[in-house]
């Protein structure tokens, strides 16, 4: 840790004094930079993720050519199904795929325990390498899919609208579901743990379809999971972010998850957040990342916005309220990355 | 009015004393229903939507069926644009089209103005042919897309995954954006209160993209467009309904906004709302949709709750959080609407 020549990250999520507020961006090694299409035009997505050298090139471009403040490992939270044993497949303009989903005792008596430095051994690779490459730059931030999340690609086999599949599974076969949650939680805290052994500085848990639950369901089926998760993992000081988006309903709940910092989707109010849980956890988030069509001027208004509502004081990472998207201006990014650290000034001062 | 022998629904939405909670579905006239699949097995959609003695038999059958406390007339929220010039096309699989989306002032110079009587004939001809085939056995709604809703349909030209489009569209030419919401309020008005004028007891505003919205954006774009409309429907004593899935961060100004009655999704706390807003508004909703894929016990269960939630007295409209799933067992739908009747009678004791 000592070795970092940029910490703003990590002292932020801890809620401790830094100069400036930190910022990074979710999806921020991605389709958006021509950089990235270079490398992706060369090899297919889970390739990629397969390759350390690959997964370290994307991974260090975003703080090369953006100038952000953590790196994060490029990677898909669908590894872990498929260490499971799930065979996953990537197809073109229909994104993942899994042929043979789980939906019932004899498809999820298939599924196994993994074994996070030998079924992932290219994720751990990946994360040393970048490592090296970033050098103490920037901190590396690992992360996973929630359990909830990876069940719902898992019983609905693809991405849906209405996820009829995964409800009614829940719904008609509960016993069966949290079983397989209670698996899929140790899988995540084993693999969340060895990449902060192989050298994440921080892990993010994503919890991508916490909002299609309503707030009873998701007390049940995902945030006792999330919980375990955290409590599962082997760390030291590495802070642990939660970001469940759309679950406007669970803000308090997720504070008090063991998570050190909550991410907000651009539909939260930052302010109001801060004011409800904010001296328990940081909070990162939430700039709408359509916001990046805009002009720069709107941008920077935009900014300075999130800013002014999370307001005086340490304790917030700067951060879209979603993945950016892919036809994003980099130029955009990377002005908003550099009106961060401007305009943020001013809030860390005594 | 008082020909009607079933106004249980219209008494709710304007907080009148009322023997127990009435209770409608959105989309109830649709394809979970073999006997709506049976009527669009010999006509297209759109078809469907200006033949008013088809749009009669769909609209009535849920009332026959499954013994709702109100009427939806069936209808699309893009024959709007549709009367304001665009081409409108159903593709099977992909949902409706429009080839010549608006992106521009070219483009947006070619809407007009709707004549709701003459442009919607058919939809104001259907109105009159449901209100003598109901002959007073319950209430009937007549419905509208909200302005912003139906701007991103415009500019997006077909569903979206992102909102790119309209996202850009806004950030970027604001002034036209704001120019043609105005016009579609005032055609979104004149629609509503033809509407009435043709026997609607009640209108419903769907702001189904509401929800991609931030706070900030929302207060922009959408909710003066709302009030807008709901400021320039004739009306008597017709109940408006506003429902803007994924606004839990807008509760407040939506009951505010002049409806008499505020739509939740199934990401609100009920009880929570009614706290909020409950003294100004009634409330329409708000059970998950997916929880129709469970055992009726466990529906029954979940309507208990919903009602509980809500709490004794009036004001209540009992309905689902979004419309109801395609694959969803009719049965269960009617058991949910017995449980709703009998289940509510003892919130409505003095």
Redesign the interface.
Known sequence: MSKLKNDLFLRACRKEKTERTPVWVMRQAGRYLPEYRAVRSKADFLTMCKTPELATEVTVQPVDLMGVDAAIIFSDILVIPEAMGMHLEMEEGRGPVFHNPVRDEESAKKLRKIDPVKDLGYVMQALRQTKETLNGRVPLIGFSGSPWTLLTYMVEGKGSK???II??FI??QPKLAHKILKEISESVSAYLSAQIEAGADAVQVFDTWG?I?????FSEFDLPYIEMVIDGIKRKKQPVIVFAK????ALKKLSKSGADVVGLD????IKKARKEIGDRVALQGNL?P??L???QD?IKEEVK?VLKHYGHGSGHIFNL?HGI?P?TDPENLKALVKFVKEESVKYHKD
């Open positions: 209405t996820f009829s409800k009614n719904y008609n909002g639950l309503s707030p009873a369901d759309g679950t406007h309903y651009w539909t939260m109010d709408d359509t916001v069509y805009a002009s709107k916005g309220g998207h036809d």
